[in-house]
Nanobody, 114 residues
Framework: QVHLVESGGGLVQPGGSLRLSCLVSGSIVNINHMGWYRQTPEKQREVVAAVSSEGRTSYRDFVKGRFTISRDVVKNMVFLQMDNLKPEDTAVYYC????????WGQGTQVTVSS
């Protein structure tokens, strides 16, 4: 079972950028898909971006062109570069395997507000 620690969130103005990081205990080499999820009090946790073990990426339409997911198998880390942030991107962001493992990190809060 993996242990996940997210970081990099914060308060940013609309149009700004943040880079989220996820440190994964244990090797991610053999994990097929890693993803970033987000959750708000109004919505269930949802996947926003995914990256395969071969480096193929996929995105939900509402972040496509603004977010970029990447993974570093040497450092066992997964990243989410978020550009042109919008107020509706405000959420707690988590990383996890896809499908999600039963173990979630604490998440990192992203707040987009002027």
């Amino acid at each position: 079972q993996v242990h996940l620690v997210e970081s990099g969130g914060g308060l940013v103005q609309p149009g700004g950028s943040l880079r989220l990081s996820c440190l994964v205990s244990g090797s991610i080499v053999n994990i097929n898909h890693m993803g970033w999820y987000r959750q708000t009090p109004e919505k269930q946790r949802e996947v926003v971006a995914a990256v395969s073990s071969e480096g193929r990426t996929s995105y939900r339409d509402f972040v496509k062109g603004r977010f970029t997911i990447s993974r570093d198998v040497v450092k066992n880390m997964v990243f989410l570069q978020m550009d042109n942030l919008k107020p509706e991107d405000t959420a707690v962001y988590y990383c996890n395997t896809i499908p999600a493992s039963g173990s979630w990190g604490q998440g990192t809060q992203v707040t987009v507000s002027s």
